[in-house]
């Protein structure tokens, strides 16, 4: 009888393949296998082979980053919520930056597009949310999501790359959206003080 799929291999190996996939390593399915301590059968049993595997791991990537923005809670103040939103985005892709790095490899199609834009959609709430409070003047919520995205990724690539020291996330990210919310109509100082509140990593 065929032994039943194990969440904890499928966890492994799938973390795995992101870890080899930014170590540039050749990733073979036995090679994989070993790593893990499985069977190459095991690739078959979860992913039903190699292509799977890599629609897997960036469909977790995305899962992942979901799980960690539903856990920002809304307040009356969407303007700290973008903050809070940004600081979440960027723990996620500090706890697991070999992931987050193979979520943007669009080689593997995912099983679920919609979970990939699922994250800038909430990006755009909290953004049209600050524009109905006047926080934002006359801004476009996806114009605003779109540059607050942009910016925080490059930042991240950066620091999980190693070319900047994870300090620069706290030093740089905050003053970045500060601007960005400025820029969008928001108040400067009323823009800092919100981002203080919300970039809690």
């Known amino acids: ?13 799938i973390e795995q393949a992101a870890a080899m996939l930014v170590a540039r390593e050749p990733v073979t ?16 049993t979860h992913f039903d082979g190699m292509p799977g595997l890599w629609a897997a791991v960036r469909q977790e990537g995305f899962a992942r980053l979901a799980r960690r923005l539903a856990g920002v809670a809304a307040t009356d103040d969407p303007v700290r919520d973008l903050a809070a939103l940004g600081a979440a985005y960027a723990a996620n892709a500090v706890e697991h930056p070999a992931l987050y790095r193979a979520m943007f490899d669009a080689a593997a199609d995912l099983p679920d597009p919609e979970a990939a834009g699922a994250a800038f959609t909430v990006l755009v709430e909290a953004a049209a949310r600050a524009v109905e409070a006047g926080r934002f003047v006359a801004a476009d919520p996806v114009a605003v999501a779109t540059r607050q995205w942009a910016s925080g990724h490059g930042l991240l690539l950066l620091v999980i790359s190693g070319v900047l020291p994870g300090a620069a996330l706290d030093e740089h990210a905050p003053a970045v959206l500060t601007a960005l919310f400025a820029a969008a109509g928001d108040d400067p100082g009323r823009s800092a003080a919100s981002v203080r509140d919300g970039w809690q990593r």
């Open 1 to 13: 009888m065929p032994r039943p799929p194990d969440p904890a291999v499928r966890t492994a190996l």
């Open 29 to 44: 399915l036995r090679g994989l296998a070993t790593r893990v301590g499985t069977s190459t059968m095991a690739v078959y």
